[in-house]
Structure formats: C-alpha cells, structure tokens
C-alpha cells in the first residue's frame, strides 16, 4: 500500500485546514487509516485513525473536538479536517495504513499498529 498525503501549509493561528492522504496499491487489505504527526525534536505523536468497514473512528485526547477524520472509500483516501488551529500544531503530518485487525480500537492510537506510511506533509501555524 502507498500512501500519498497533501494538503499542508502555512496558516495562521485560528485558521482551518485539511490534509487529505490518497491510498494505492493493496487497498483493499487496508483495516485503518491513521494520522500522526511530528514536531521537530518531540516524538510522532497519535491524532485520530479510522476503521474503513465500520467508519469507526478514534481520536487523541489532544485534539478531539478540534480535528476530525473522515474517508472517502471509494477513492481510497482519508482526510483530517483540522480547525481552529494552534502555533502548537506545527509539525509534520503522516498518514499510515494498518492491514491488521484488532477489536481494542485503543491500538490504532499505536505507531507499531501500521506498516506502510507516507510521506509526510508540513503543516505550519503562525501565531
């Protein structure tokens, strides 16, 4: 599976925006689609993922309420509609693919979960 995100750029605090990460390949093995993201000199931090049969979705404490996840199916692609955007959210965004099931959805917060990732789009938020 290849993934592909897009949709990055330079914002100002308060603004919204929406990544959006394009699949190919082996699509239909995918189970869940995740994003994470990294800010330089910190760890790849969890935000939300979501299970494509059941369109269930799962977020981090740190941005539920302000980002949500949403897929688009039937063109393989799933989408993070970010708002009220923060000089904290500076980072870059990965999109991830995991063709394991598990029925905790907690383990799609993990990095270990995923196999296959993008490539990575910045998003920067000035203040």
């Known amino acids: 599976v290849q993934l592909q995100a897009s949709g990055g750029g330079l914002v100002q605090a308060g603004d919204s925006l929406r990544l959006a990460c394009a699949a190919s390949g082996r699509t239909a093995a995918v189970d869940a689609l995740g994003w994470f993201r990294q800010a330089p000199g910190k760890e790849r931090e969890f935000l939300a993922a979501i299970r494509r049969r059941f369109e269930t979705s799962y977020y981090s404490d740190s941005v539920r309420g302000r980002f949500a996840i949403s897929s688009d199916n039937a063109k393989n692609t799933v989408y993070l509609q970010m708002n009220n955007l923060k000089p904290e959210d500076t980072a870059n965004y990965y999109c991830?693919?995991?063709?394991?099931?598990?029925?905790?959805?907690?383990?799609?917060?993990?990095?270990?979960?995923?196999?296959?990732w993008g490539q990575g789009t910045l998003v920067t938020v000035s203040s």
């Open positions: 991830a693919a995991s063709t394991a099931y598990y029925s905790e959805i907690t383990y799609y917060g993990r990095s270990s979960t995923y196999r296959n």
